[in-house]
Every structure is written in C-alpha cells, then in structure tokens.
C-alpha cells in the first residue's frame, strides 16, 4: 500500500535529503524535489503529475501556505501532507484551511520527521493496492448481471452500538463468475459506468435486494437496507422515479430503503445532483454520505445536500486507535453529524478495541468484520434470528 510518485517542497536541502530517503523507504516509488513554492508549481505546469506532495510550510520564496492556494486554484488532484516546525496549531489551521479549500489533505506532522509518523499517514491515506489485484472485469459476465440473473446482493449487518441489535443491512453486489464463485463488484461498477450501464446494473440490483428484502424483521419491525448508488446516476434526472418503481415493484416502501452515495467524488457532483438527490428524498428514501472523509469534505457542501445519514470511511476507523489525524476527523465527523441531526455509521470495524473507542464516541451504528462479514441472503436471514455475537468485552453504549 503506498504512493508512486511524491513531490517533497522544502528550503531545507539537509531536511530534504533525510525526509527523501524516509518517504522512499516508507514505500513511494519515486521522489522530486523543489526548493520553493514557485519551482513546485513550474514542475506541475510542466505535466509532472505526482500522486502527492510534501510541503513545508516557512519558505523564503511562495510559502507553505501561498503553495496551498495556488494548488486548489490549479485543482491539483493528489493528496497533500504538510511536514512543518511550526507551532502545532498553526500547521492545524493551514491543514482546515487547505481542506476548506478542496484540498485532498491527508495530515500534518511537525518537525522533526520520524520513519513512524510518516509511515502511519501513509497506512492510513495510501491508496489500497486492492484494485490493482482484482482482476479486470469481464464484459461478457457484466451483460449476464445485468440481463441474466448473474448479479447477486450480499448483505452485511449495520449493527446499533447502543443494544448490539442489527439494525439495518447494506446490500453489497457481487458478480456471478461460475455457479459458486463470485466476483468484487468494483471493477464491474466502473466498466458499468464507462459503458453506459451503470443504471442498468444498480435496477438489477435493486430488484434483487426488493425481493429480499421484504423478507427481512428483526425484533418484528421491517429490516431497513441500504444500496450504493454510482455518483453518474445522479446526472439523471428521472433516475428517483425509476428507482422507486423498482423498490415498489418488489412490494417494498422507499423508506424502508436508504441510498448510499460516495462522498469522493462530491466534486463531481453537479447542481442536477441536487435536484436528483431532494427528489430522492421526497420519494421517501433516506441517504447516506458514504466514505466520509475521503474526499473534498466541507461542512458547507455537506449542509447544502439532503442527507439523513453519515458513514465514516474504513480508513478513519482503521486509524482510530493509532493516529492522531484519523481520530481528529472522527470526532469532528461525529460532532458535525449530530450538529446536522444525521444518523452516523462507522464502516470497516474490525476490534473490539476500535468498537469500544467508537461508541464512547456517540457512533449510532457499526459494520464491520467484527460483527458480521457480508454474506448471501439466506445466511442473512439466519443471522437474523440469532442475532450478531458482540463478544463479551464490547461495551454497549449508555
Ligand atoms: P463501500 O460502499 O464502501 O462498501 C463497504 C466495503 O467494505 C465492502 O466491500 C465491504 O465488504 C467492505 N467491508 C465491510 N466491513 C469491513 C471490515 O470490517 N473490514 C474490511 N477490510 N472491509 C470491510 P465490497 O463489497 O468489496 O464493495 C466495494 C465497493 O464496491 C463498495 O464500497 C461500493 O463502493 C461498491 N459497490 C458495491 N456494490 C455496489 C452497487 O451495487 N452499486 C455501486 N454503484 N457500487 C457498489
Ligand atoms: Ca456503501
Ligand atoms: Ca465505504
């Protein structure tokens, strides 16, 4: 898990020469770097695109923080990581101010540098190798998802953190490969979006997940479900029309259904995503913000979009225990959901330990590995019954 190209912006040619040889043993392919602001940005200009980019704030030429401002007006898509000797809450305010920005922003590390710091923004921000090792999707298994029965909701359980209840299911889509096997559904979702299939795939999915849902109870009460929807949808606008037919066909009402949207890509996101997103609302589905901190995070983006729900990032939960600038945005995720009165989900828990510090946080609910892996439906309904098992040292929140 690691970067491939950093661009590392310092005055200090003895920092610089320490810090490279770090972030090279820290994983990242390759390193540049640049004296100042202004060589930084000429590098840029020049086409040189790195993955992400180091900078120090106190420098004689185009500062730290002019560097940030230049790069949200150029929208530089990388990821940014400031490494300072300034105060501490100096660096935290250039941070917030490079995130108000659009700013991808990863974390901040006073100086000096050590390999542990550096290591644990990057566990925490480099992207998953993941991707890479799934194996591309194949176009022919694609049509059979979406024409022939091929394409199969998991569901995982959402489970409170206040009574260990599952409370709600995320409906996960897997590929049909053989008639055993399945595929990840991320290199399908992205071929679906490329061919203009992605509205196909999420209808054949919703239909799916309809059917069985209606199917689910626990403690009496209708199971409500969740389901991705791909950021392209939202440029259509008959898209909450059709989706509710789809959930209706099945038999099931809207608000029993929540629709999850990736918050990575909210730049993408354009004034007919909102039209479509409120409308999705009317109808009666609830919806969620998904990936929460992974993207362009800014509370007055999230203010302006009708959400009911926010789900923070695996990578934030991850980071929790261990990292100081994951845990600084779970807390302020947490405060900004219940200032907005939006329900909020911590994704990817996996310990007891990550369990205990996240409900003592106010977290409302919890998936993860932890409490139940996503699995077809019929082992969902039996997970149903018998409830997830909360091991003994999980605190149930007061
Ligand atoms: P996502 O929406 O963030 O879904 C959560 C992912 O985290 C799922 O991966 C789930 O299996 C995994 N996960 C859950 N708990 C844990 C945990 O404790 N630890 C770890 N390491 N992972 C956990 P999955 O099923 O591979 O799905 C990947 C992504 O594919 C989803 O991420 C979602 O963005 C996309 N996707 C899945 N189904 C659909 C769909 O029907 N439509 C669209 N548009 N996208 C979908
Ligand atoms: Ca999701
Ligand atoms: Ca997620």
Not at 16 to 33: F, K, N, P, S, Y
Not at 125 to 137: D, G, I, N, Y
Request: with cysteine; net charge negative; hydrophobic share 45%.
């Amino acid at each position: 898990m690691s970067y491939a190209q950093a661009l590392m912006v310092d005055d200090d040619p003895v920092f610089r020469a320490l810090a490279e040889d770090m972030v090279l043993d820290a994983g990242v392919q390759a390193v540049e770097t640049a004296d100042n602001g202004l060589e930084a940005l000429a590098k840029l200009d020049a086409g040189y695109a790195p993955d992400i980019l180091i900078c120090d704030l106190n420098m004689p030429a185009h500062d730290g923080v002019s560097l940030i401002r230049s790069l949200a007006d150029r929208r530089f898509p990388g990821r940014v990581l400031i490494i300072s000797g300034e105060e501490p809450s100096v660096i935290e305010t250039v941070a917030k101010l490079a995130r108000i920005q659009g700013l991808n922003i990863i974390g901040s590390i006073r100086k000096p540098l050590t390999p542990e710091a550096l290591e644990a923004v990057f566990a925490r921000s480099a992207p998953a190798p993941k991707k890479a090792e799934l194996a591309p999707a194949q176009p022919s298994l694609l049509d059979a998802a979406i024409n022939r029965g091929g394409l199969h909701p998991f569901f995982q359980a959402k489970v409170s953190m206040a009574t260990g209840a599952i409370t709600g299911a995320e409906a996960l889509a897997r590929i049909a490969v053989t008639a055993t096997e399945f595929a990840n559904p991320v290199p399908y979702v992205e071929l679906a979006e490329r061919n203009n299939r992605i509205d196909d795939l999420t209808l054949a999915l919703t239909h799916a997940v309809a059917r069985h849902a209606k199917s689910f109870f626990s403690a009496g009460k209708p199971l409500p479900v969740s389901i991705n929807i791909s950021p392209v949808s939202l440029q259509r606008r008959d898209f909450p029309d059709i989706l509710a037919e789809a959930v209706q066909a099945a038999g099931l009402p809207c608000s029993q259904v929540t629709l999850e949207v990736t918050e990575t890509r909210f730049v993408e996101y354009g004034p007919d995503a909102l039209e479509v997103m409120s409308r999705m609302r009317i109808k009666g589905f609830g919806l969620s913000v998904d990936d929460f901190g992974t993207g362009y995070s800014n509370i007055d983006r999230l203010q302006m979009y009708p959400f009911t729900e926010l789900k923070i990032d695996q990578s934030f939960t991850r980071g929790v225990l261990t990292d100081a600038f994951a845990r600084a945005c779970v807390e302020t995720s947490v405060r900004l959901a219940k200032e907005l009165g939006l329900k909020i989900v911590a994704e990817g828990v996996e310990t007891v330990e990550m369990w205990n510090y996240l409900a003592n946080l106010g977290i409302d609910e919890a998936q993860g590995y932890l409490m139940a892996k996503p699995m077809p439906s019929g082992e969902f309904l039996k997970l149903l019954e018998r409830g997830v098992v909360v091991p003994s040292a999980v605190a149930l929140r007061a």
